[in-house]
């Protein structure tokens, strides 16, 4: 369709970037330029707050951590989902659809109705505290959607192909390493993105899970905020930190990315 | 229908995901409807209670009100950024540099922890320096945040500019999938932009605008860090939505039997939800054709 320019989504940009923006200068901003009085960039800039991000441990643990289990629980949830996106995508067995179903009704629970359970289960385990805990018990919302997206890759690829590797001779370890995997690569980064960015937001559970140690980032700043005022542009700082894997991610899977909001199914 | 022999592999397929579920949604779930149908002293020994629980959750009128809270920022938020979210992919330039940007940038909110997106809303509306308690303070109103309404408002606006975007994607990838052909069709016919919209672009957005509506009442109404960060429920209650009020019951006041049922509760109203969005995004899809074979 033949389309004229529009102002439209300039005035949606701006709106997206001011807070941002604001976000970035009350970050550069010394502490007595932001309880003086409003101005608009900083007047005398300052990297001190990332400098105080940066030489305090118990701040840059907080990246260092969070990273560490929102990448293991990527790896699990894409160990477990693979095979179980081909088996809804390539059988219709016995109860697939309300399983797939119920799957989803688990990705739509908020975390706050499991939190208490889930934290006494991890604690009877011994785990409280541990990267595992936290990897493991975010699987209940990230392995559906997972398997949601995935499926929808895997169901794009003619079921024929799984045949003719079959008359080949491959088993279906083969079949998976040689011809599936390569042909939803895509999907499998879209998977992974998406897994990344929902273990990256959440914090109810990973701050609950986690008492020294292991504590993520979210939850460092959560708990800084008691002291509210005093902290808004070390907090700002530490919140423009957190921006940086997820900019970075949506670069390199920016072609896909609407495919797997939309769990594979587009059109 | 499938062979024993498929039945067994693709059981077998599924065994690390089911596994992986049992324990980390199943067994939690299980024990929060057992709390829910028990009384306890600090977690040491249950006395079967029944339905107590729930006839006091149901009744109260705390409870009514905090659903009434998450229901009302769910509609609300459905009703503005559905439309908005249309309209601005109609918008969107079709391809170029500048429409792979829009997309990139669009997608930032998206990927932000939902604790900073509630302290970038917080700071920008800081009395006295704040950019839009100012903002508006320089047209002549007054940011207060005493005032409920200005605070739905904040969360509003704060839940729109952090998950628009979504609707915009979704949008926008359903309209890529529409042929040119439609629209020589349609100029041909000489359909004007709202016959175009009507008649080819809106039925053709069905299934990702049920995928948006479904994401995006969810994701609103399970709201809890970001407006817990921006107002803590406040002023007086006018903010405390489900999720901050089973929080609250939960862990604060540690009331395992009355937070259950309330949990209970809400997990229904989200899986009959969740139900029917499914049942009509699914059986149009790629499911369809496992039911027919």
Redesign the interface.
Same mark, same amino acid.
Request: glycine share 4%.
């Given at each position: 369709?033949n389309?004229r +320019? %529009?102002i439209?989504?300039v005035f949606? @940009?701006a +709106? $997206?970037? *001011?807070?941002?923006y604001?976000?970035l200068t &009350?970050s550069f901003k010394p502490m007595k330029e *932001?309880?003086g009085?409003?101005t608009?960039y900083p007047k005398s800039p300052t990297l001190n707050h990332y400098q105080v991000i940066f030489s305090d441990s118990s701040w840059y643990l907080g990246y260092l951590n969070a990273t560490i289990y929102v990448l293991m629980n990527v790896a699990?949830c894409l160990?477990?989902?693979i095979?179980?996106a081909?088996?809804f995508?390539r059988?219709?067995?016995?109860g697939? #659809?309300s $399983?797939?179903?119920s799957?989803?009704?688990? #990705?739509? &629970?908020?975390p706050?109705?499991?939190?208490?359970?889930?934290v006494?289960?991890f604690s009877d385990l011994n785990l409280i505290d541990t990267y595992i805990a936290v990897a @493991?018990?975010?699987?209940?919302f990230n @392995?559906?959607i997972a398997?949601w997206i995935l499926?929808?890759f895997i169901?794009s690829v003619p079921a024929e192909l799984d045949e003719l590797a079959r008359i080949d001779g491959y088993n279906?370890a083969t079949y998976f390493r040689k011809i599936l995997l390569p042909e939803i690569a895509p999907g499998i980064a879209v998977a992974a993105f998406f897994c990344f @960015?929902f273990s990256?937001?959440?914090?109810?559970l990973s701050n609950?899970l986690t008492t020294i140690d292991v504590k993520p980032?979210?939850a460092i700043?959560?708990r800084v %905020?008691s002291v509210f005022?005093a902290n808004?542009p070390i907090?700002?700082a530490a919140?423009v930190l957190? $921006?940086i894997p997820? *900019?970075l991610?949506? *670069?390199l899977v #920016?072609r896909h990315?609407? #495919?797997g909001?939309? &769990?594979g199914?587009?059109? | 229908m499938a062979s024993t022999a498929q039945h067994r592999l693709a059981y077998g397929l599924l065994s690390p995901t089911l596994v992986l579920m049992i324990l980390s949604g199943v067994i939690p779930f299980a024990l929060v409807v057992y709390f829910s149908l028990h009384d306890t002293f600090a977690g040491e020994h249950y006395i079967w209670v029944g339905t107590t629980w729930y006839e006091q959750v149901l009744g109260s009128t705390e409870f009514h009100a905090a659903l009434l809270r998450s229901l009302g920022f769910s509609i609300l938020a459905l009703a503005i950024q559905l439309p908005l979210g249309i309209y601005i992919a109609l918008k969107l330039p079709v391809q170029g540099l500048l429409s792979k940007l829009y997309i990139i940038i669009f997608a930032i909110p998206l990927l932000m922890p939902v604790i900073v997106v509630g302290y970038i809303w917080k700071f920008l509306v800081l009395p006295k320096i704040g950019l839009l308690s100012e903002f508006v303070a320089l047209l002549g109103w007054n940011y207060d945040l005493n005032d409920p309404v200005v605070v739905w408002i904040t969360l509003i606006l704060m839940n729109t500019w952090h998950w628009t975007s979504l609707v915009v994607l979704l949008c926008f990838a359903g309209l890529r999938t529409i042929p040119d052909a439609y629209y020589q069709a349609a100029a041909i016919d000489g359909a004007g932009r709202w016959a175009i919209f009507r008649h080819i672009q809106l039925p053709k957005l069905r299934l990702v605008l049920l995928i948006a509506g479904l994401l995006r009442f969810m994701d609103s109404f399970i709201i809890y860090t970001e407006a817990y960060v921006l107002a803590r429920g406040g002023p007086g209650v006018s903010t405390n939505f489900l999720s901050l009020e089973l929080i609250q019951t939960a862990t604060i006041q540690f009331d395992l039997g009355e937070g259950g049922a309330m949990a209970v509760i809400y997990a229904t109203i989200v899986v009959v939800v969740a139900w029917l969005f499914f049942s009509r995004i699914i059986p149009s899809q790629s499911m369809k054709s496992q039911e027919d074979t």
């Open positions: 369709m389309q +320019f %529009s439209v989504p949606y @940009l +709106f $997206l970037l *001011i807070p941002l604001w976000l &009350m *932001i309880a009085q409003l608009l699990i160990a477990a989902a095979p179980a081909y088996a995508s059988y219709h067995f016995f697939s #659809r $399983l797939f179903f799957l989803l009704a688990f #990705r739509m &629970m908020s706050a109705i499991l939190l208490i359970p889930i006494q289960i @493991l018990a975010h699987c209940f @392995l559906p398997i499926e929808g169901s279906l @960015l990256w937001t959440e914090v109810i609950a980032i979210g700043m959560s %905020s005022t808004v907090l700002s919140g957190t $921006l997820g *900019i991610i949506v *670069i #920016r990315l609407t #495919r909001f939309s &769990m199914r587009v059109d | -």
